[in-house]
């Protein structure tokens, strides 16, 4: 079944009317016709199948049928990435969205190559929205809020205190994310910070720490910014959104 995203305002009682971008998909990519039957998933976390009952220029309506909340995630992970160069940032947004983060930020450091001027940041916020509502309809994973991009004196505002948070540091190799792991091995949230292409100052990092992140290494190896966000999504998915693997049963030795 196909799945479209629309705003809860283009939803009244058991009817939705889904235009735009989505429209388009539905229509003139996947050439639906009325009668087809659809799911569709507001911005307040719920999900709705129906049948599309009529089809306009610009517009289709759905009647829906059913409706659910979509379940809680048990562990809610943000990523906050420094902006990269090109379309790099286009392909980490898609990627992440695919693992399943539920926020991301984009920031500037004092390093940041790539800039994003105020007037160009809106229509970079919509391609990035719309990277991401591809994405979750490959992956069936949720929309990931985006923020408008701050800087990173601004971005520890947006982190709330009580929670734990990471900044991966190439130039760091104390603690590793196995390490940390095992002394937090469970977690409802997560925090995890990734600059941009030139790393990140030393007043930066001790900015970090100071608001409580934990400085951590990926390892020997020095991966690109792209690179080390989805294997850091990746492996935090794995590490705290996983249930535990049982041990092996032990082995029985015959007398």
Request: net charge neutral; hydrophobic share 35%.
């Amino acid at each position: 079944m196909r799945r479209f995203f629309v705003p809860h305002t283009q939803i009244r009682g058991s009817h939705a009317v889904i235009d735009g971008d989505e429209f388009h998909h539905l229509r003139h990519v996947l050439r639906l016709h009325e009668g087809d039957r659809v799911a569709i998933q507001d911005d307040r976390g719920r999900e709705y199948t129906g049948t599309i009952t009529s089809l306009m220029s610009s517009a289709a309506e759905v009647t829906f049928h059913h409706r659910s909340s979509l379940p809680s995630p048990r562990f809610h992970l943000t990523l906050a990435i420094g902006l990269l160069k090109g379309q790099k940032v286009d392909l980490v947004i898609e990627k992440v969205t695919e693992l399943g983060v539920d926020r991301i930020i984009p920031f500037t450091s004092t390093f940041t190559v790539s800039q994003l001027p105020g007037d160009r940041q809106h229509d970079r916020l919509s391609r990035w929205q719309r990277i991401t509502h591809s994405a979750a309809k490959q992956s069936s994973s949720t929309v990931p809020q985006i923020l408008p991009p701050r800087t990173f004196n601004q971005l520890w505002d947006d982190i709330p205190s009580t929670d734990a948070t990471i900044m991966f540091y190439e130039q760091t190799q104390q603690t590793t994310l196995k390490t940390f792991a095992s002394e937090y091995p469970t977690l409802s949230s997560l925090y995890i910070i990734i600059g941009s292409e030139g790393g990140f100052s030393t007043e930066e990092v001790n900015l970090a720490q100071q608001h409580g992140s934990h400085i951590i290494s990926l390892g020997s190896s020095i991966l690109r910014a792209e690179t080390a966000s989805i294997v850091a999504v990746s492996l935090c998915r794995f590490l705290w959104d996983t249930d535990p693997v049982p041990p092996l049963p032990s082995q029985v030795h015959k007398t």
